[in-house]
């Protein structure tokens, strides 16, 4: 099993990040980061982290696809490549997550109508508008779309990950 944490360059959320990544690692599922250049990208608490750019992206090659989030996540909100990576991922039955505000950019993928899930508040607005049903909860499972409300949920938000992949 495989999973693409895909974080901002810059002001993605620490414990979103790292402690998502360190659940998947601790049930043996592998992780790959991607953002939308490479390279080196920063965290809002300093953190730093490596990944590949967004357009090297395979999503046939991974059992789940993460957006992470944190201020810097609204910059994948209308981006064309981080749409369509949900929409497919979505689309061929893998596990699609997202954390904090990043649910906003599966809101704008067109995948949540119907579906019930969490975000940060403030984004629930968006949410509801592409007719997802917000639950206000710390993490929500609804089939294959997992979301999460922020980085004290963060390690919980791991775990039905790796569960959801059967780990």
């Known amino acids: 099993m495989k999973a693409l944490l895909i ?15 360190e659940e998947l690692e601790k049930a043996k599922v592998g992780t790959v980061t991607a953002s939308k250049f490479g390279g080196e990208s920063k965290g809002m ?10 357009n090297k992206v395979d999503t046939n090659a991974y059992d789940a696809v993460v957006f992470i989030g944190g201020g810097g996540s609204a910059v994948y909100f209308n981006d ?9 991922a979505y689309a061929a039955g893998k596990v699609v997550a997202a954390i ?21 508040l403030g984004e629930d607005s968006s949410l509801r508008a592409a007719g997802a049903q917000y639950t ?32």
């Open 7 to 21: 974080i901002a360059p810059e002001r993605f959320r620490d414990e979103e990040y790292f402690y998502t990544k």
């Open 45 to 54: 608490l300093g953190g730093k982290a490596m990944g590949m750019p967004l």
């Open 80 to 88: 064309s490549l981080a749409l369509k990576i949900a929409k497919d």
């Open 100 to 120: 904090c505000i990043a649910p906003t950019v599966l809101a704008n993928a067109g995948i949540l109508r119907g579906k019930r899930v969490t975000c940060f």
């Open 136 to 167: 206000g909860e710390g993490v929500t499972i609804d089939g294959k779309i997992i979301t999460a409300d922020g980085p004290k949920t963060a390690k919980e938000f791991g775990k039905a990950i790796a569960k959801a992949l059967g780990k």
